[in-house]
Each structure stands twice: as C-alpha cells, then as structure tokens.
C-alpha cells in the first residue's frame, strides 16, 4: 500500500481511498456491470499494489484472486486449535532460534466463545444461571487459555461467554462496514471485509459486507497475513421480485431459497441478490438468507449496502460519525444502493410471492417440505426402506392425546443465529405463544423446550414488549445466550422422551439451520427446521404428524377446538411490536462475574499442563510426505455415500463414554459429567483423532452393515472401531485412502475433519465431488483431493489402491488390486485449485509452508 497512487482520492478533510471509479476509467472497464465480489477484489488488490487488476476485470476468465481480508472472526469451537495451533507456533520458532514475536495477528481478531453452553437445565427462570454455571465448570481451562491468548496476541479480542451467537454479535456490533489505516501520514478507508471459522459467517452479507466461512488453518494463514487464494469463483445472481404473503416468514423464505438453489447447484459459486423485492427486505430479513449460503451451497450471498443498511447501523446503536462515514464511502466508490446493470455469470429469478410456509427435514436442510404436507412427508420418510434414505419402520404414529410414538415431538428449540437475529420472527412467535396461554393451551411434559438468544438484545425487546413472558409459560425459558441445540448442545432428554427415542423415530423441531443425522440429539432420528413460530406450534402439538389444516393444537377452558390459524399473530400485530426494538435493546451486555474472576497465565509462551484432557501441544508441524509419485499401496479406511458431513468426520456433540474418546477420558480420571463435548475438546489432538468418523450414525460400506465408528481391517478382515483400525495400520506403515460420493464434507467449516483423518494416518481422499471448505482444509492439512466424476467406483475395501499422480496436468491413474488381481482402475483430477494450494500441498500443508516460509 503506498500513498502516491493515481488512483488514491480525498472523501473529507482527513479520509483518502482507491477509487475503484478512477480504476475502472484507467481500465475501460464499466465499474457497474461487474458484481459487487468482483470490485471488491479489485478494490482489494488495488490498495495491496497487486498486479493483474485488467484479469480481475476479466472476471469471467476465472483469473486466481489473491485476497487479504480486513479482519477475521473466530469462534470458541474452531478457534480454540487455531489459537493452540498459534502458541505452538511460537515455540517452534523460539526452538528454532527464531523471533516466536513474529507469531502475530496481522489483522484484527475477534473470537466469541458462543458454541459451549449447553442446555443442561430447561423449563425454569435458574435455566440461564445454572446452564452457565455448568459452563464455567466444564470448559475454565479452556477460558483461562483464552485470556491468556487475549494477553499473549495483542490484536486479538475475546467477547466473553454468554453475549451470544458469534454471528448476531458480529451483525450487531463488530462488523463497521468501513475500515481504516493510517499511512505514510493520511488516513486510509477501505471495505470491511472478513473471513471466519464457522460456515455461517456469510451472514454478515446481509449487511453488505463481503466475507465467507474458511477453515481454521487458512484462517489462521490470514491471521498471520497471508492472502487467501481462490480461483476467481461463478457469481450467480439471484433477482428476488414481489414481496412475502401475509404470514410468510423469513425462515420459509430461505428453506425454500436453500431447496432451490442446491436443485440448481451453486457450490462453490459466489451468490449476489438484487432486484425489486431486494430492496424491501429488511437488515434482518437479508442476514437469514445470506447466514443459511453454506446449506445452499454457495460461499457468499451478498447484498448491496443501501439505505435499509444504514438503517439497521442506527438501530443498532453505531454512531452518527460511521453511519455518515459509510454512506459516503460506498456512494463514492459507486456501492451504494441496489445494483441494476450487473453481468453475472448466470442470473436466477426468485418471485417472493411463491413462498409458503414450510419447513426442513428430516435430515437435511434443502429437504423442503410445504407446511400442509409435513405429515404425510414424515409418514413417507418412516415406511421408506433403510437404504433409500427412510428409516424402514412400522408401527404406530403419533396422534392427538395418544402415547409416545413415531413423530412424537419431544424437543423444541429456538435457537442458531439464523432466525434469533430477526426481531420479527421473535416477536412473533411471542405474539403466538401469548395467544396459546390466553387460551389455556400447554406443552406436554415430555418436549423439552428451550430459547437460546442470539445476543442479549432479544431479551430486551422480548421484555419490553410484554413477550417473555407467554414464551417462558409455554417452557421456553432462555436457557442460555449461545448456539445450544443448533449445534447438538442440547442436554439430556426428558425420561420419557429418551425411552421413547431408543423405540422410536422421534422428532425435534428448532429454528436452526442445520439438521443432519446425529446432530441435534443423538437419540433423535427426525430432524426439523423451521420458523421460530412453529417451533411454538409444533412444542404445543407435541407431534411433527399433526396437519393444521384440520387438527387442533389443543382444546380451551370451555373444550372448543383452538387451531394454528386461531393463534397466528396478523403482520399488523408484529409490526406494532417492532416498536419495542430500540437502540437501548443493543446497549445490553451485562458482564459475568466468572470470567471477570477467572485466572489465566500471562507472558508470551503459555505454560502447557501435560496432565490437561482440554489442551496439549499442536501435533502438526512436523512436515507429511505428499503422494509425489508412485508409492507403497493404500489401504481403504471407509467407503462413504454421498452428502457427508463434516459432522459425520468429526462430530462436535457429545463424547459415548464406551467410545475410544470416551474410553481415554476415562483413562485419564474424568468423570462422565464432566466429558463435555467434542467440539470443547478440540485442543487435545488425543481426543479429537479418536472422535474421527465417531458419528453413531455414519453409514460404512466396509462396516459389515454396522451403523457408526466401524470398518473392517484388511486384510484381516476384523471388524474394528475405525480409530482402532487405523492405529493397526499405523503399526504396519500402511497409508490409507478414504472413498465418498457427492457433497463431501458439506456442513461446518471445521478444520478437525481435515486434522483429525490426517493424524489416523488418511493421504488421500477420493470423492466424487467436494464442499468448498472441506476441500480446502485437505489441502491444508496435507491430505490429496482426488475427484471422479463417474458411477460411484465398484469397490468393497478389500483392495490395495496404487495412484501414479501427474502433477503438472492435475490428473492421477487409480489401480485397485485385491488377491493379486486388479478389479478396478479410473482416471481422477487432483483437486488443487490453484498454485499455491500446490505449494501448500508440496510441503505437507499450510502450516508446515509458513514454518518453512520464514
């Protein structure tokens, strides 16, 4: 960056910025027919003195980006190993005879411990206080290595435990939209722009800022100021015309946007909205659909800053200085407002109006279901055969008044950043549950209800408005200000309901925005998402099997019937609410006496404990071999389907104490109360390899028809717990490779699904198509993504799997032997996009390439 460009101009008496007008006039480039992603990196790589500003103009060529972002956002699960990651870093280089202060955040760092709180207790006024007690218990070691941290990298900020959701807190206060550097004596403005380490920070689009989920390692890469490569990605553009139908929800909008677009298929691709009923939509309303990209499958769903922007800065409580600061940035630079003449590599129409009510599941988001066809869906997904995606059960359905039965609700949660954040959805499901306690209605003993704000402003509207209390008379307490049940967080089940579970497919109902198998509850089958408001109804029906249309919720005082439509709140009655949403509501952010209290070591190098279950030195900087050339034969470890998560590879819910995590803990004196997560373990490489593939619901071809952590040893044949079998094949040297269909490594951003498959000793992954992230962080850790774009290859695990892999035209031949014959060989790409994952993977990873970078 240097101050004598030609392009540099002054906005006020003390604010310059590049000029992205000035550029495209040097250019001859229309500055407005190109997307808002596109000038971003133009503006980016302008303000860096990059070269090769006319092949970013020439964004449809695909040209590789280089992008340094202004700031990065961690949260508590994905950055604990990060950080860990961070401090062992420092000693490596201190052991070295390096300078371990170079070990430094380049760029401003927030990390909002928001994915610990677990819903211990419920249905009570103490589920809040209690439900953080436990916290504290479990996790202290954990937050006095975060204060440490906060210590120890001087650019590193900590929103302390029970603020909320790291994505509400960054919509709300973090994000500025406008950023600064003094240089060379001027002050310098340019975009906010981030990246995270949760899958979901493209919520912050809806503010119109640009930034996307990574994995931990390359943002850890950002961290320390390195750019984040990309190949220049398709932007779609999606023109949203026409307004949501009375009784239409955010939540129903983006389940059905989600749907669409993964029937469409945009991963990978940078999403952009526009249009008409762009324009209309509040703050709110656009960080739901920009916060659900990774479910859709895009990497960001950007929209443009205008005046509801600025809006939503003052709700907010941003001062006047960067609300006018903003408006006068963006219109300089021609960002300003909704764009109209745009060139996208491909344009989708979406008519607001074709909404309806819906919802998601039983097992996947993009599984959408129109709200009058919910039962007879789930009746569907019952009957259905195993191996076609049902559940292949008989038995009896759940009914009005009847017993625990298949579609039994017995857990209703709202909760996730997704719809927490929209004042709308809560006042409205406030508006419907003070409807149902004027009628007399209650929800069965058996649901477990739960609230899980997304920061502490919900609390203040809700009170103010005289909405707290009908919600917490129907159960739904606030149990705790974090992501809870949205990220399996979600305790213990009623006794009734847990036995229920073990005989059968029970449903849990949440305002999330992830419902894959195992991860809200592992004792739950049917998973759906949904609108705060039927989350209400459907906690009250205490069954997924109830159609609305024509089966009350329940019955009054004088036993007439009371339907869903009795209750629904009128959007008059919720916009007369909205006046209960103030600035003040965004000022609460009371502090908690235990973190103020809480111990931490100081200094430059944290002091390890050896005997810590929480926190041990990073494994990951001795450097692995990459597959160059023809080596030794692999073995298979799992042959996998399609759509598999990260979940799936590395689960972030809790620890089975007969488990081989389970088993460890055990080994090393800790109580089963206090096993905690997976997700809280993260910085204990002991734990967190066991916990890889331990998803009890993981489908192996290998695994003899077993579902879970199983596959079979070869060529032994024993039937093992995956991490058992890899540290046989550990002990005989033998590398191995791992086979999946579509979608691998959909879900969450975390790194532990690259990490924890490299350390049981994984070098290749061959699937037949790969999730943005996933991807990414194989690469970074090391791990070759091999692509076949056929069948599904005819395999049972029995083979031995030889690879001669040409680098320089990104192809690899794939023999596969079993009983000294060869069965199956194919043609696969090498999925390394761009020159510098080849450098990254040349040098077994990205942390290994910084080491080795100086």
């Not at 604010?15 to 503006?43: K, W």
């Not at 677990?118 to 007690?133: C, H, P, S, W």
């Amino acid at each position: 960056m240097h101050t004598q460009s030609p392009f540099l101009r002054q906005l006020s008496q003390d604010a310059y910025f590049y000029s992205l007008p000035a550029l495209g006039a040097a250019l001859g480039v229309d500055m407005e027919t190109l997307p808002l992603c596109v000038r971003f990196f133009l503006e980016n790589a302008l303000r860096k003195g990059l070269d090769g500003l006319g092949a970013l103009a020439r964004w449809q060529e695909r040209p590789n980006v280089a992008f340094f972002p202004g700031r990065v956002v961690l949260q508590d699960f994905t950055g604990l190993p990060l950080l860990v990651d961070l401090a062992s870093m420092r000693d490596a280089v201190r052991d070295s005879g390096g300078d371990a202060h170079a070990i430094e955040p380049q760029v401003p760092v927030d990390l909002v411990i928001d994915h610990s709180v677990q819903v211990d207790v419920f249905g009570t006024k103490e589920a809040l206080k209690q439900n953080l007690d436990w916290e504290f218990i479990r996790n202290r070691e954990r937050y006095s290595f975060f204060k440490w941290s906060q210590q120890a990298f001087k650019r590193l900020k900590i929103v302390p435990p029970g603020r909320g959701i790291v994505h509400q807190v960054h919509l709300e206060s973090l994000a500025s939209l406008v950023l600064q550097e003094r240089i060379e004596g001027k002050n310098i403005l340019y975009p906010d722009t981030v990246v995270g380490t949760d899958s979901h920070t493209p919520m912050i689009n809806g503010l119109g800022l640009l930034g996307w989920g990574v994995g931990g390692i390359e943002a850890q890469g950002a961290m320390l100021g390195q750019p984040i490569y990309l190949e220049m990605p398709k932007v779609v553009g999606v023109a949203l015309i026409g307004s949501l139908n009375p009784g239409v929800t955010a939540t129903d909008l983006v389940l059905f946007l989600t749907h669409k677009l993964r029937e469409h298929g945009v991963v990978g691709s940078f999403v952009e909205f526009f249009g008409p009923g762009s324009e209309t939509l509040s703050v709110a309303y656009r960080a739901t659909l920009a916060n659900m990209a990774p479910e859709y499958g895009a990497t960001t769903g950007l929209f443009a800053v205008d005046e509801k922007t600025l809006d939503y800065l003052q709700l907010t409580g941003r001062s006047a200085d960067l609300v006018e600061r903003v408006r006068a940035y963006y219109q300089a630079q021609g960002l300003f407002g909704t764009p109209t003449r745009v060139r996208y590599s491909e344009t989708l129409t979406l008519d607001l109006g074709s909404v309806l009510p819906c919802v998601a599941g039983p097992k996947r988001p993009d599984q959408h279901c129109p709200l009058w066809a919910v039962k007879a869906n789930f009746e569907a997904h019952l009957r259905r055969p195993f191996a076609q995606g049902g559940y292949g059960q008989e038995g009896p359905i759940a009914s009005e008044n009847g017993p625990l039965a298949h579609g039994s609700v017995v857990l209703a949660a709202i909760t996730s950043c997704t719809n927490t954040s929209n004042p709308s959805a809560l006042l409205a499901a406030g508006l419907l549950a003070q409807a149902a306690v004027r009628r007399g209605l209650r929800v069965p003993g058996f649901v477990k209800t739960s609230m899980a704000p997304g920061s502490q402003a919900v609390t203040a509207y809700l009170k103010a408005a005289g909405l707290l209390e009908p919600l917490e008379a129907l159960g739904f307490h606030i149990v705790g200000y974090g992501c809870t049940t949205c990220i399996g967080n979600s305790g213990p089940l009623t006794e009734a309901a847990q036995k229920a579970a073990e005989r059968f497919v029970v449903a849990s109902v949440l305002s999330g925005n992830r419902n894959f198998e195992a991860r809200v509850h592992p004792a739950i089958k049917a998973n759906f998402l949904m609108s705060t408001s039927l989350v209400v109804a459907y906690a009250l029906a205490g069954r997924i099997t109830i159609d609305f249309e024509t089966e009350p919720l329940g019955y009054d005082a004088l036993g007439q019937p009371v339907f869903l439509k009795d209750l629904w709140p009128s959007e008059d009655a919720i916009q007369a609410q909205l006046s209960s949403v103030t600035p003040t509501c965004f000022s609460q952010n009371d502090l908690l006496p235990q973190w103020e209290a809480l111990d931490c070591p100081t200094g430059l190098h944290y002091a390890w404990d050896p005997s810590s279950t929480y926190i041990k030195v990073s494994p990951f900087f001795q450097v692995r071999k990459p597959v160059w050339e023809p080596t030794q034969s692999l073995r298979i470890l799992a042959l996998l389907g399609d759509n598999v998560t990260t979940d799936h590879i590395s689960p972030a819910g809790n620890i089975d104490p007969q488990s081989p995590a389970g088993q460890y803990l055990k080994g090393c004196d800790v109580q089963e109360a206090l096993f905690n997560s997976y997700g809280s373990r993260r910085g204990n490489p002991e734990v967190m390899a066991r916990g890889t593939f331990a998803n009890r619901r993981l489908k192996n071809a290998m695994a003899k028809g077993k579902e879970g952590p199983w596959t079979c040893h070869q060529p032994s044949g024993e039937l093992l717990s995956i991490y058992e079998a890899a540290q046989r094949y550990q002990r005989e040297g033998t590398p191995l490779i791992v086979f999946a269909g579509h979608n691998y490594g959909m879900g969450s951003s975390r790194d532990w699904a690259a990490k924890g498959p490299a350390l049981l000793g994984v070098q290749v992954v061959v699937a037949q198509s790969f999730e943005r992230i996933h991807r990414s962080n194989l690469v970074h850790m090391g791990i070759l993504p091999l692509q076949w774009t056929g069948d599904p290859l005819p395999l049972n695990g029995e083979e031995s799997i030889a690879l001669n892999i040409d680098f320089a035209h990104l192809e690899a031949k794939l023999t596969a032997s079993a009983h000294g014959k060869e069965r199956v060989e194919a043609r696969l790409s090498v999925r390394l996009d761009t020159p510098m994952e080849a450098a990254y993977y040349g040098c077994g990873g990205l942390l290994s390439w910084v080491m080795g970078s100086g």
